[in-house]
């Protein structure tokens, strides 16, 4: 896998936590660097920015030139980027989807560290760049994420539904109130023997609560513990390409 550098937008953190509404500006258009996504024979791996605060984003070898879709991946409680690249690139590469994955500004995400804001602005910021670099069906993005990175993925995907047309849970704990835009489906995956999050208190609650306000919801439980099981993944994001 080949691996490329990107460009640190030198953005501050006292100017990264403005964003306290949880909402992202950015938007899939024409890209803008169209050498840059010319279909390559090999996947490659693009650190999107310096330090320990790079997202990494993942493009699958053979990329079509037609609009493809993203999957924003967060990671959970004390997880790293490469990680959730790793969860998903089995699939984005069969499948063809690109994968950003965030880096917390913390241990875990913002909206749990202090409140929402420079999270959301990092992400932002590298989403502007992924549109940029890339065509991105806007019909075909997706929130998506494990433990505590699922709990953003609901938050920021039901806040983001006009830009999130799918949001990809497994093992959330909880979804944070707020103004919620759009209407996007919900993939929603909890093992029954989870001692981390138990799922009488996390994934069977969020999975009523948000049925009772009318969401979309594909609801899997499994045998297993606090975990993703491989065939969850391409069980969520067979749809996102379908």
Known sequence: MATADGTDPGISDEVLSGWHGGRLSRRPGPAQAAELITPSARAVLTRLGDGPRAALLFSPSELPASPVPLVVA????????????QLFQKEAERRKFLVLAPKSRFATWDVISGGLGPDV??????????FERFGVDADRVASAGFSDGASYA???GLMNGD????????????????????????FLSHGRADTVLPIDRCGRRIVATLRSEGYDVDYREFAGGHEVPPDLVTAATGPLTS
């Open 121 to 130: 602005g990092a992400l932002d910021i590298a989403l502007g760049t992924v």
């Open 154 to 156: 609901l938050t920021l």
């Open 74 to 85: 967060f990671h959970g409680a004390g997880g790293e980027p490469t990680r959730t690249v």
């Open 163 to 186: 830009l999130f047309s799918r949001v990809f849970a497994f093992s959330p704990g909880f979804v944070v109130p707020g103004e919620r835009r759009g209407r996007p489906r919900v």
